[in-house]
């Protein structure tokens, strides 16, 4: 069993039950970071699906177990087990799908900023005009271009298409780009 859950601003949470497992894996946006959180709670098989309460500051997972009932106390910074049953007075349900949600637009998933590494001069690079590409990244000053895309899609890595002629992002079965029209069969 695996339940999702939208926890707005770009959150995200997933909670399954592997075995006697329980992995719960959060993952939070703040200023445009992306933050991770996974943690495995040897909890039971699940003899019900969870319930995800939310509280000021704070989720309370409520997970019933051939054990008896879990509750978790998940927070930006950290995921921690409940000794006692937290007051779910003010609580209110946030609905888990089994479904993942949709994250369509979010922030492309990035490292925080380095400092520029020295790196291979790739083709085209200019300094003139200040061009740079590095492909799907973009960079041109002359009329202010700036593409970025994430390298790392985790979902497809290993079916991305880039086209040859501008770098954009294009499917393997596309025949033309979808920016510059060149043609990808070729
Ligand atoms: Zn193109």
Request: hydrophobic share 35%.
């Amino acid at each position: 069993m695996k339940f999702f859950a939208d926890l707005g601003n770009g959150g995200t949470l997933t909670i399954e039950n592997v075995d006697v497992q329980t992995v719960i894996a959060m993952t939070t946006q703040s200023a445009g970071q992306q933050q991770s959180q996974q943690m495995s709670l040897a909890l039971g098989k699940w003899s019900a699906s969870p319930t995800l309460y939310k509280l000021p500051g704070y989720l309370i997972l409520q997970i019933d177990t051939q054990r008896g009932q879990a509750f978790v106390r998940l927070q930006s910074h950290g995921i921690s087990m409940l000794t006692e049953m937290p007051s779910l007075m003010n609580a209110q349900m946030i609905p888990l799908r089994n479904m993942p949600i949709a994250t369509a637009p979010t922030i492309p998933d990035m490292e925080p900023m380095k400092p520029m590494e020295p790196m291979k001069p790739m083709e085209p690079l200019r300094m003139g005009d200040m061009e740079m590409r590095m492909e799907p990244m973009e960079m041109r000053m002359g009329n202010m271009h700036l593409r970025m895309e994430s390298s790392t899609s985790s979902s497809t890595p290993s079916s991305a298409h880039f086209c040859s002629q501008c770098g954009t992002q294009v499917q393997e079965s596309d025949r033309f780009c979808s920016n510059c029209g060149h043609n990808l069969k070729n």
